[in-house]
């Protein structure tokens, strides 16, 4: 157990400075452009975002690297595809693109690529190897760039004193070649990444638990308000032990595949054969990830990792508890697989490497499931319409060729931003708003407590949303909240993500009781990339899954060795060896493990599951997920669960607390 809480990487890892001023006719259509003054440029449409942060003066580096997004060629043709792909009255239903297809249908003509290869290099930028066809990569100093896009690159403070940069003028590019351009990537380091690995915060570590002569276990009830403002107030730690794991340090694989109904099917119903994927801003010691192994699966077992560099290897080991974390939640629920391919890079804040990292998996096919819990906050992704297409059209990629897409919508409530602008408004993260992604939420066992018990039954009604004894509000300082306001309780005991995309419009799989409700909002003054002005708003979390750190997972993790001078894992952070982890990173591998399950036992690809869990949820939902509802709450009496996650409410069918549900994950594997 930690009595760190750190939600986000050190030093404002948090998406920085770009409000959301100015948003409602801030974008047009991806790749739209406006005509230049001087007749031959055009200026690429919402190349510039908005910000009332503080000029510094203007922004100098010897060398950056930008990278020019490019559409993919047939864009209708791909649209008509995927439809098929993902329709059962098709005669494509599933009929996957194999490595490589998609390139040959899609990829940019080399004429395309040629023509921006030779502006880039006509402006005196080195063009440089690039992961995708989709994207041309280069580099050069400031100046140059600025200068091959007739734009302004500046320095800027937010009000917290951190300094970004970014462009402050649109960004031209001849009529030649701006209709191939989605956006420059490259002109600002706010894509910032956001981890969502939670340690269990103010809590004694596991060798100071002293629970008197008439306990003999570690186990303790649930946190209570009083004991978590004490923390806050006076720094007082208070005793607390959850779960199988050592010390009581959290659930343990058996009883997480306990608690939601994993069949005893042998391997094949642990992932033989299939392989996953996670994406990773970071790296992790393998003697880690072997001694949690093997606490579970016995000495003999060999975790099947394989590391993959993007763009270099990672130069620290800064992140490690999140890459702890994921790779031991793809293992809890999905051992047997033939190999989690861990794909790695040095975040770099301007999405390029990213970006990479994505397109790499894509172009290489082998993961049947991905996840991801690095995570970006949409509002610091206006005027970076280049990304976020560059993203979609990688997802894009992914569902056609049957690859499973999870990501997580985030830990602090719907306030998802709180960390970047000290603002209440309501912003979800990116990639899991993305209409190829399925976007995994929050959920807590609350005072249901497992303890040692290796096979644990479904807690039914004391499943609730994530929302530490529903301190996570936007209401002001009131006795409930000791005071502080509960904002302030959403960044320090958190909650589960959820709401509507600024971007995207809803897929068209995204139906059934519920989807539509008194918080949706439409049209392209609400998100970005909708047609219509009654086309829905894409809204997540899609499902959930257990996230609250205080009934969370056992993580096994040190910063010792190669890993002692830049690792997380350290007894000065309270995370050295075996600890309690929540959060919504937690839940996204969980899943991901659910669909190398089900991969396995069926034999072949599940493809994007989100249209696919849909289906389920509107044929017969009570036989595949957990509805998560406050009626069932009330019923308990229990004043202690939650029913909101700081501001949207669950509701029986879908709702933007916790999505669908929670899986059954017998039904799930074995469903046809």
Same mark, same amino acid.
């Given at each position: 157990m930690g009595v760190k809480f750190r939600l986000l990487k050190?030093?404002?890892?948090?998406?920085?400075?770009?409000?959301? !001023?100015?948003? !409602?006719?801030?974008?047009?259509?991806?790749?739209? $452009?406006?005509?230049?003054? !001087?007749?031959?440029? %055009?200026?690429?449409?919402?190349?510039?975002?908005?910000?009332?942060?503080?000029? %510094?003066?203007?922004?100098?580096?010897?060398?950056?690297?930008?990278?020019?997004?490019?559409?993919?060629?047939?864009?209708?043709?791909?649209?008509?595809?995927?439809?098929?792909?993902?329709?059962?009255?098709?005669?494509?239903?599933?009929? =996957?693109?194999?490595?490589?297809?998609?390139?040959?249908?899609?990829?940019?003509?080399?004429?395309?690529?040629?023509?921006? @290869?030779?502006?880039?290099?006509?402006?005196?930028?080195?063009?440089?190897?690039?992961?995708?066809?989709?994207?041309?990569?280069?580099?050069?100093?400031?100046?140059?760039?600025? *200068?091959?896009?007739?734009? &302004?690159?500046?320095?800027?403070?937010?009000?917290?004193?951190i300094t970004y940069f970014s462009n402050s003028t649109p960004?031209?590019?001849?009529?030649? #070649?701006?209709? @191939?351009?989605?956006?420059?990537?490259?002109?600002?380091?706010?894509?910032?990444?956001?981890?969502?690995?939670?340690?269990?915060?103010? $809590?004694?570590?596991? =060798? *100071? #638990?002293?629970?008197?002569?008439?306990?003999?276990?570690?186990?303790?009830?649930?946190?209570?308000?009083?004991?978590?403002?004490?923390?806050?107030?006076?720094?007082?730690?208070?005793?607390?032990?959850?779960?199988?794991?050592?010390?009581?340090?959290?659930?343990?694989? +058996?009883?997480?595949?306990?608690?939601?109904?994993?069949?005893?099917?042998?391997?094949?119903?642990?992932?033989?054969?299939?392989?996953?994927?996670?994406?990773?801003?970071?790296?992790?010691?393998t003697s880690d990830i072997d001694t949690w192994a093997h606490q579970f699966y016995g000495p003999g077992y060999t975790p099947p990792l394989h590391n993959i560099c993007v763009n270099g290897c990672p130069t620290t080991y800064f992140g490690d508890v999140e890459v702890n974390a994921d790779i031991e939640q793809q293992l809890a629920l999905a051992p047997d697989v033939s190999a989690l391919d861990v794909y790695e890079a040095n975040p770099d804040d301007t999405g390029v490497n990213e970006l990479a990292i994505y397109q790499t998996i894509a172009s290489q096919d082998i993961a049947d499931s991905v996840s991801s819990s690095w995570a970006y906050c949409e509002t610091d992704l206006i005027g970076q319409n280049g990304f976020l297409q560059a993203e979609n059209t990688t997802f894009e990629q992914m569902a +056609?060729?049957?690859?499973?897409?999870?990501?997580?919508?985030?830990?602090?409530?719907?306030?998802?931003?709180?960390?970047?602008?000290?603002?209440?408004? $309501?912003?979800?993260?990116?990639?899991? +708003?993305?209409? =190829? %992604?399925?976007?995994?939420?929050? &959920?807590?066992?609350? %005072?249901?407590?497992?303890?040692?018990?290796?096979?644990?039954?479904?807690?039914?009604?004391? /499943?609730?949303? =994530?929302?530490?004894?529903?301190?996570?509000?936007?209401?002001?300082?009131?006795?409930g909240?000791? /005071? $502080?306001?509960? #904002?302030?309780?959403?960044?320090?005991?958190?909650?589960?993500?959820?709401?509507?995309?600024?971007?995207?419009?809803?897929?068209?799989?995204?139906?059934?009781?519920?989807?539509?409700?008194?918080?949706?909002?439409?049209?392209?003054?609400?998100?970005?990339?909708a047609t219509s002005a009654t086309q829905l708003c894409r809204e997540e979390p899609d499902v959930s899954a257990d996230a609250d750190p205080y009934t969370g997972y056992t993580e096994y993790c040190t910063a010792t060795g190669a890993a002692a001078s830049t690792g997380e894992c350290t007894e000065a952070n309270g995370l050295s060896g075996w600890f309690q982890i929540g959060g919504t990173s937690l839940s996204a591998p969980l899943w991901a493990g659910i669909l190398a399950d089900r991969d396995s036992w069926q034999g072949k690809r599940t493809g994007d599951t989100s249209a696919w869990l849909y289906g389920l949820f509107n044929s017969n939902p009570s036989a595949y997920f957990h509805d998560i509802t406050q009626f069932g709450h009330v019923l308990t009496g229990l004043y202690q669960i939650p029913t909101n996650n700081g501001l949207f409410p669950e509701e029986p069918g879908y709702d933007e607390a916790t999505g669908i549900g929670t899986p059954i994950i017998s039904a799930l594997i074995t469903a046809p």
């Open positions: 050190a030093g404002g890892y948090a998406a920085l400075g770009l409000t959301l !001023t100015a948003l !409602t006719g801030a974008f047009a259509s991806g790749g739209t $452009v406006a005509a230049a003054p !001087t007749g031959y440029l %055009v200026a690429l449409g919402n190349s510039v975002a908005p910000t009332t942060d503080h000029l %510094v003066g203007d922004y100098s580096s010897p060398n950056m690297q930008i990278a020019i997004a490019i559409p993919p060629r047939n864009e209708a043709g791909l649209n008509s595809l995927l439809a098929a792909l993902y329709d059962k009255n098709s005669k494509l239903y599933h009929d =996957w693109l194999k490595q490589g297809q998609f390139d040959a249908r899609y990829a940019p003509l080399p004429s395309t690529r040629s023509a921006i @290869d030779l502006f880039l290099a006509g402006k005196g930028l080195k063009v440089l190897p690039s992961p995708s066809p989709y994207l041309v990569v280069a580099s050069g100093s400031s100046t140059l760039v600025s *200068d091959a896009f007739d734009t &302004t690159l500046s320095t800027y403070k937010d009000p917290r004193g960004v031209w590019a001849p009529s030649s #070649i701006a209709t @191939d351009m989605l956006g420059v990537i490259g002109l600002s380091n706010t894509v910032r990444p956001i981890t969502r690995a939670t340690p269990v915060k103010g $809590v004694l570590p596991p =060798w *100071d #638990i002293a629970l008197g002569p008439n306990h003999s276990s570690c186990e303790t009830p649930y946190v209570t308000k009083q004991e978590l403002f004490n923390a806050v107030n006076t720094g007082a730690s208070f005793p607390y032990g959850y779960g199988g794991g050592p010390d009581c340090t959290g659930l343990t694989p +058996s009883q997480t595949n306990s608690l939601y109904s994993a069949p005893n099917l042998g391997p094949r119903a642990k992932g033989q054969g299939a392989t996953e994927g996670l994406f990773e801003l970071g790296t992790y010691l +056609s060729q049957g690859q499973s897409m999870f990501s997580s919508s985030g830990d602090n409530g719907p306030f998802e931003c709180i960390r970047s602008d000290d603002t209440d408004q $309501v912003v979800e993260l990116d990639p899991s +708003s993305q209409p =190829w %992604v399925t976007s995994t939420g929050g &959920t807590t066992f609350d %005072v249901d407590n497992p303890g040692t018990n290796p096979h644990p039954n479904y807690p039914g009604p004391f /499943e609730a949303v =994530w929302n530490v004894d529903g301190l996570c509000s936007n209401q002001g300082d009131n006795p909240n000791d /005071e $502080v306001g509960g #904002i302030f309780w959403c960044t320090v005991t958190g909650a589960g993500g959820g709401g509507h995309s600024i971007f995207w419009p809803a897929p068209s799989w995204q139906t059934g009781p519920g989807v539509v409700n008194p918080y949706s909002v439409y049209g392209p003054s609400n998100c970005a990339f």
